[in-house]
């Protein structure tokens, strides 16, 4: 009786520690916060680290192939006002996991090399860095990183003018 009661005691005691540490998980890396690191491909099987971005701000739009029409908004909006400023880089992280098993990596570089986005798409074949960053599948997930690599601003939203202009706020205050 002694054991099942200090049994049960314990794992009250435990229980909530594993509760908080999920919640934690599932929060998306907060404003401020070091930006989580990462190392993709693109559909020409160039490597872009974001490590090696540093002292540029990287706008970050995350998405999948159901809401690509609406990354491809944010991408176009960005290449009007940026395309010249080589201290800002845009990128589309598509998150690669609801592609069939069936269907060649190959192809799918072919078909997006036909179809190029406004912007260079980054192929998340495996969604690790969509878990890192917590993403949804609904909306396009925007994250601007500053120079030093930390988290400047984040948001879900597809596509709208006043959103829009919020970011470019964060961007253009990052200019000399």
């Known amino acids: 009786m002694r054991y099942i009661s200090c049994f049960l005691i314990i794992g009250l005691l435990v229980c ?5 540490n999920q919640e934690q998980a599932e929060k998306p890396p907060q404003v401020g916060e070091d930006a989580p690191d990462f190392t993709l491909q693109d559909a020409e099987d160039q490597e872009h680290a974001l490590k090696k971005m540093r002292g540029k701000v990287v706008f970050l739009i995350m998405g999948n192939r159901k809401i690509r029409e609406e990354d491809d908004k944010w991408g176009h909006a960005f290449q009007q006002d940026y395309q010249e400023n080589d201290q800002v880089v845009a990128y ?9 098993a069936f269907v060649p990596k190959g ?3 072919r ?3 036909k ?9 998340d ?3 690790k860095v969509h878990q890192a960053y917590r993403t949804e599948k609904e ?10 690599g930390k988290l400047a601003f984040h948001i879900k939203s597809n596509f709208d003018k006043e959103t ?3 970011l470019k706020t964060v961007i253009d205050g990052f200019k000399n």
């Open 164 to 166: 829009y202009q919020k």
């Open 139 to 148: 909306k396009p997930n925007l994250y601007i990183i500053d120079p030093e």
């Open 125 to 127: 074949w495996k969604g």
């Open 16 to 20: 909530p520690l594993f509760a908080s």
């Open 107 to 109: 192809f799918v570089k």
């Open 111 to 113: 078909q997006l090399k």
């Open 115 to 123: 179809d190029k986005p406004p912007v260079t798409l980054l192929l």
């Open 92 to 100: 589309i992280i598509a998150d690669m996991r609801s592609v069939p």
